[in-house]
């Protein structure tokens, strides 16, 4: 089954607005972890930001913030202000948190595309 | 960057041959994790190596084969290469547990399976 679920078709975005990338996740474990992560067309899977489920807070890490709705299992990220740069494609993935599982689970991707 | 890194960047093999891709992890980083990409999926697990042991497997056939060595640098190999092997595949380390055991990924290898 299909843990982490990504269905938006790729987006266009303009320069120096925001965009919300939606994931939704599923997972009977208490404790899990999220994250994101962007690939540009190079390749390199690059982390950007991570969500415990014990987390209170959203995470933020600069312009990405995580809108982390947990009875709702979704994790959606937000890019603030996108610049060029941020057009690539972007992961959400989950690691179930037992003992000795390191795993993560990703979804498809959605493809960000920024326009100036 | 990340610090991870990878050997070859690209290579193509035919069918029935046997490849083997390296993998560097980040200094201090003794897990190390394999996973495969198809074209326009996200990454796939493979396999989990820590502290030479394997730690863990994803929904591969017993061909794929990994070893981690001392210095917690890793191999991925694959025998009998089928034509759907063609993809592009990725190495992570983990950080300690103190900083959430985030995985962070190398460039990847992309393999052409002719």
């Known amino acids: 089954a299909q843990k982490i679920t990504q269905t938006q078709p790729g987006m266009f975005v303009q320069e120096k607005e925001a965009v919300t990338l939606d994931c939704t996740y599923d997972t009977s474990d208490q404790s899990y972890g999220l994250f994101w992560y962007k690939q540009p067309s190079s390749g390199e899977m690059i982390f950007l930001i991570y969500?415990?489920?014990?987390?209170?807070q959203n995470a933020t890490e600069g312009r990405y913030s995580l809108n982390f709705q947990k009875a709702r299992k979704s994790a959606n990220l937000v890019i603030s202000a996108s610049q060029l740069g941020d057009s690539a494609m972007y992961f959400c993935?989950?690691?179930?948190?037992?003992?000795?599982?390191?795993?993560?689970?990703f979804g498809k991707g959605n493809q960000v595309v920024v326009i100036p | 960057e990340t610090g991870v890194t990878q050997s070859p960047t690209h290579l193509i093999k035919t069918r029935g041959q046997q490849v083997t891709l390296r993998c560097s992890s980040q200094?201090?980083?003794?897990?190390v994790s394999w996973y495969q990409q198809a074209l326009g999926q996200g990454p796939q697990f493979i396999f989990q190596?820590?502290?030479?042991?394997?730690?863990g497997r994803g929904n591969f056939p017993p061909r794929f084969s990994g070893l981690q060595f001392p210095n917690y640098s890793s191999e991925l190999n694959v025998n009998a290469l089928e034509l759907n092997d063609s993809a592009l595949y990725l190495c992570a380390s983990s950080s300690p547990p103190s900083e959430k055991e985030t995985q962070y990924f190398g460039p990847g290898t992309r393999l052409l399976v002719l």
């Open positions: 190596y820590y502290r030479e042991e394997e730690n």
């Open positions: 993935a989950m690691r179930e948190e037992y003992y000795g599982n390191n795993r993560l689970a």
């Open positions: 200094s201090g980083h003794n897990t």
């Open positions: 969500q415990g489920s014990y987390d209170e």
